[in-house]
């Protein structure tokens, strides 16, 4: 998700974002998925904490 998306969205919405996301890595880690899909997973959820800290959450 884009920065700009992702201060549009509700502290819910960036909450299901964050554990839809967790989940999705976890599968992905589980099922042996490419290292480059990994970190493309691990990059969203780094945005995603980030954009949490940013607004003091």
């Known amino acids: ?7 549009e969205l ?3 919405e960036l909450d299901a974002a964050l554990a839809e996301t967790d989940d999705q890595l976890r ?3 589980r099922d042996d998925a ?8 691990e990059r969203a959820r780094r945005r995603l904490l980030e954009e ?3 607004r003091g959450l």
Do not use: H, Q, W
């Not at 998700?1 to 201060?7: D, V």
């Not at 490419?34 to 997973?41: F, K, R, S, V």
């Open 27 to 29: 599968t992905a880690r």
């Open 52 to 54: 949490f800290r940013r």
């Open 10 to 12: 509700s502290v819910a």
């Open 34 to 41: 490419t290292p480059a899909d990994i970190a493309e997973l």
């Open 1 to 7: 998700m884009a920065k700009n998306i992702l201060r």
